[in-house]
């Protein structure tokens, strides 16, 4: 409960100290690119995890000024009792949140497996049926809400278990996992408590839980038409580039180029083909202009200099070149 400044709490510092840094490198990152940021899951797992950790250090710092020194002097003293249980919550809570916070670490390791084939197929099923999911979650909750409210007033009057809000969610969770009696609900209220009993089981067990594997497995058929998809275009890809290897290779063999240039019966076909390779040359120039362009507003708008390309102007937002064409000091 004091800073002993033994190993554990040398430990806790560091802890402190990571905390604080990937922080600020989330906050970095969510200020490139805010859109593609919040649409990778990895990201929201990593703000839980983070957030948790800053709550356990906030919670041991409010412990460690809570204690002090008049509260190891009371201690001392036999003859006076030392009520102990601001401290206590304290460290309840700081367990129960590094209990989760433990699992949100180890799934975090599946972000660093992507080469193991069946990895891949899993993380291309979540991003598939996130969306799905959603809609799924929504409609489920306000289900499960509907039916803990119900349990709530219709037996929360002569049961323990259902006497509130949060019992009754947690009475109706535990019945996924066969730890729900219902038999004393239909014992009270044979024909009300029937009803309610026969809703829940339709409703949750076998309209939810279907439609939860039903979105499982049709993003499961999409992850893998996907993988397959990619492969098959993959090996084309190395086909169409054995192709055209081959072919430059007959060309250059041949000398097709030069005999192009030199045989009169093909002017035009030089001249044509070097037209088109000038609009081609052209084309890929002012793209590369433009694509400066760009980059230069992102800088400016980051208060960073208008170009970091000495080719370019660089004198900052004030220059009449910002926003603008580029000038080209060639």
């Known amino acids: 409960?004091?800073?002993?400044?033994?190993?554990?709490?040398?430990?806790?510092?560091?802890?402190?100290?990571?905390?604080?840094?990937?922080?600020?490198?989330?906050?970095?990152?969510?200020?490139?690119?805010?859109?593609?940021y919040l649409q990778d899951g990895w990201n929201i797992i990593d703000w839980m995890n983070l957030l948790l950790l800053l709550a356990v250090v906030v919670y041991r710092v409010m412990m460690y000024m809570g204690a002090g020194g008049s509260l190891f002097s009371a201690l001392a003293s036999e003859g006076q009792f030392t009520d102990l249980s601001e401290f206590a919550w304290y460290i309840t809570e700081i367990r129960s949140m590094n209990a989760f916070n433990s699992i949100l670490i180890w799934t975090k390791t599946l972000k660093y497996v992507p080469f193991i084939p069946y990895v891949g197929v899993m993380m291309k099923t979540i991003k598939y049926s996130w969306r799905f999911f959603v809609s799924f979650w929504v409609i489920a909750f306000c289900i499960f809400m509907g039916f803990s409210i119900g349990f709530t007033g219709g037996f929360g009057d002569k049961f323990e278990k259902v006497n509130s809000l949060d019992k009754s969610a947690l009475f109706l969770c535990l019945s996924f996992v066969g730890s729900a009696f219902f038999g004393d609900i239909t014992e009270q209220s044979p024909f009300w408590g029937g009803i309610l009993v026969v809703m829940f089981l339709v409703l949750v067990y076998f309209v939810l839980l279907n439609l939860f594997m039903a979105i499982m497995v049709v993003a499961l058929s999409e992850a893998k038409a996907n993988e397959m998809e990619s492969k098959a275009n993959l090996l084309a890809e190395q086909k169409s580039k054995k192709k055209k290897t081959m072919f430059a290779q007959m060309w250059d063999m041949l000398e097709m180029e030069e005999f192009i240039k030199t045989s009169a019966l093909l002017k035009g076909l030089h001249a044509r083909?070097?037209?088109?390779?000038?609009?081609?040359?052209?084309?890929?120039?002012?793209?590369?202009?433009?694509?400066?362009?760009?980059?230069?507003?992102?800088?400016?708008?980051?208060?960073k200099p208008a170009m970091d390309n000495e080719e370019w102007d660089d004198a900052g937002p004030e220059s009449p070149s910002a926003g603008r064409n580029l000038v080209n000091r060639r």
């Open 273 to 303: 083909r070097e037209h088109k390779k000038g609009k081609k040359a052209d084309l890929e120039r002012r793209r590369y202009e433009r694509k400066q362009v760009i980059s230069m507003r992102r800088r400016v708008t980051q208060g």
């Open 1 to 36: 409960m004091e800073p002993t400044f033994d190993i554990l709490t040398l430990f806790e510092f560091v802890l402190m100290f990571f905390v604080a840094y990937y922080i600020a490198q989330e906050l970095s990152e969510f200020t490139i690119n805010k859109s593609e």
